[in-house]
Structures are given as structure tokens and as C-alpha cells.
């Protein structure tokens, strides 16, 4: 729970008291390798903190095939935000790519520190402002940069990613074939 602790530090001002209360309604969980996390069509009433490992974040498309749309690693809060806000069933599959620790907090942790907590409103309004410019930077790479300036970069985002993501999902996240992804390698 030390890394949470130091996560939510760096973003408000909190107290012993209101982190051990907040704190105390969560839990602790491991998933394995491959194991589904959060599955679209259920009414997502969790948040994940990683401490360890890493989440894939994908969408099935109407042929079946997986897109990955996000990466979520270490020191990150993941889940499928816009249906977990309006209380609808999810869109995305969350996915433990290794075995990854996390520490769970309901809804009704979050919405306890939202009425609580003397900065819980500031703390959600940051967790939804860092997922919103990502997604916006995303959004952006995808259709103004090349392939070749996405792969390149994608280091900076997700750190050490080509050593703990198969190939085939970093293209996919790309928007590319694992063909064309194998040919930016090369360059």
C-alpha cells in the first residue's frame, strides 16, 4: 500500500487519518498472466491501482478482432473511466498481461473521498485530467503522426514495453500490422 500512499501524496494534501480511512476500503488483489480484469457489458464499479505489473486495455471490434487501446502500468489508476462515471456497462476488456498486483477501490471508496476527503474532489478531478490528456495525446498520434514517430515513441509512454508486451499488441496499439511493425524495427 506504499506506493498508493506516495501516488495520492504527490497529487493533494492528505492527512495520516483521512489516508488510512480511504485506504481501509480497499483491498489488495493479484491477478496472473492472461487473466480477464474488467470485461465489457458489466457496470464497472472498481478502480485499479497497479503496483506491480502491467494491464492491457482492448476493444473487439464486430469480426472479433482485439484492438489494444492503452497500456497501463505501475503507479496508475485503470479501469474503463467513462462507463465507470456514468454507470454503464464497460466497452473495454482489462487484461493482466503478467501477474500484476493491485489495489482495488470500489465505488464507494471513491465516492466516500469525494465527500470526505478534504481534497477527494481535487484527487478525482487529477486521475480524470491525466486519462483525459493521454487520451487526447493518443487520439493525436494516431492520425498526425507517422507509424515510424509512433513507434519511436511509444518507449516514452510505457517504458520497457517491447521487453514485458508481445509484438503483436504493440502493433495493434500502433494501429499497425505486426508485418509493418517488424519493418519499422528494421529501420
Known sequence: MQQ???VIRQMIDISELEMDSLLNQTITKTFKRQTTVSQPDVIPNEIYFINTGIIRVMV???HGTEHTIHFALENQFIADYSCFILKQPALYTLQALEETNVVVMPRSAIEWGYRNLKEGQ???????EFYFIYQDNRI?????????????????????IHNRVPQHMIASYLGITSV???????V
Open 180 to 186: 509493418h511493425l517488424s519493418r519499422l524495427k528494421k
Open 60 to 62: 473487439t471490434d464486430t
Open 122 to 128: 481535487k484527487l478525482g478531478r487529477l486521475i480524470a
Open 4 to 6: 498508493i500512499r506516495q
Open 140 to 160: 493525436n498520434n494516431l492520425y498526425a503522426r507517422t507509424p515510424k514517430q509512433r513507434y519511436d515513441t511509444i518507449t516514452e509512454v510505457f517504458p520497457n
